[in-house]
């Protein structure tokens, strides 16, 4: 049976990006691989020809979709809009909609590239740890939200923390079923000092940890988290975290990789029906140079070969390419070092497709 694929590309670099990924999957289409592909906007792009940044049409064509490939959404253009349209609701949308609760987010050193990363090559050496992160609740989507203004005439900002038990409960088991795969370890990190919603948070890790007597668990703050993150990131294996601390936790564990480039994502519902995309943003100041690295969203697309297309042996193709262009000493401006072939966006992808 054909497996569509949504490809939403965005904005900024997100054209570019997206091309070269597609590159793979219609290689892998041309060898048999049963899939199709139909392209919507989201965004920016989808606000400037729609006036909204998740049209209906793209809203459809997603629910209706295997899975989905995203670019990147934002940028300067589109700051001075009403936070209702702006492009990134575009993707909180597309979240929330297809109720894509899991996000989950490799930290992978390449080892042809210990040097990019700004630690010492000792500490991020053999770098390998999966960042899980809630997506659609906590303070995000959180109501009450908004600005309102005080008797007294002075505006105030609020927004809400809120997780319910279920939610807290389901993110748990995605954790604990990662860890069963990789090293046996979950690390569950909250606030639960000062919030009492992730004290909430804790108890219902500890309590599902009952279920998973093969796993260990482990609990730490934030803060501490943010800081062993960099101090010794190797100490863990699985992450499981709320939603802005997943955010923010993951953009940390991308530099120790030496670039957030590199890094893909998966973000998917109960039945593994998935969004991926680099966890870059659309970058605007490099946006049609054809000089950003593709690489996070080529490895994007392994994710979704892996986790929803069920075809594991071409996901393992197409890491195992991206190792050997690194191999190669090809590398795009952001992880290029003395020594190295800088190339573009478009010759990394065509790279990687002689690779494969």
Known sequence: MTKKIAVLAGDGIGPEIVAEAVKVLEKFSAEGLDISLEYGLVGGAAY????TPLPEATL??????????????????????????????????????????????????????????????????????????????????????????????????????????SEIERIGKVAFDIARKRQGRVCSVD????????????????????????????????????????????????MVTTNMFGDILSDCASMLTGSIGMLPSASLDENSKGMYEPIHGSAPDIAGQNIANPL????????????????????????????RVLDQGLRTADIHSEGMQKVSTSEMGDAVIAAL
Not at 106 to 115: F, K, R
Not at 219 to 237: E, G, I, T
């Open 60 to 165: 459809t064509l997603a629910k209706s979709a295997d899975a989905i490939l995203l670019g990147a959404v934002g940028g300067y253009k589109w700051e001075s809009l009403d936070i209702s349209v702006r492009p990134e609701k575009g993707l909180l949308g597309l979240r929330s909609e297809l109720n894509l609760f899991a996000n989950l987010r490799p930290a992978i050193l390449y080892p042809q590239l210990a040097d990019a990363s700004t630690l010492k090559p000792e500490v991020v050496s053999g770098l390998d740890l999966m960042i899980v992160r809630e997506l659609t609740g906590g303070i995000y989507f959180g109501q009450p939200r908004g600005i309102r203004v005080l008797e007294n005439g002075e505006k105030q900002g609020f927004n809400t923390l809120i997780y319910r038990e």
């Open 191 to 238: 606030k639960a000092n000062v919030l009492e919603c992730t004290e909430l948070w804790r108890e219902t890790m500890t309590s599902l940890a009952a279920d998973y007597p093969d796993v260990q668990l482990s609990h730490m703050y934030v803060d501490n988290a943010a800081m062993q993150l960099v101090r010794a990131p190797k100490q863990f294996d699985v």
């Open 48 to 51: 400037d020809e729609t006036g």
């Open 296 to 323: 996070a969203t080529i490895l994007s697309v392994a994710m979704m070969l892996r986790y929803t297309l069920n075809e594991p042996m071409l996901a393992d193709r197409v890491e195992l390419a991206v190792s």
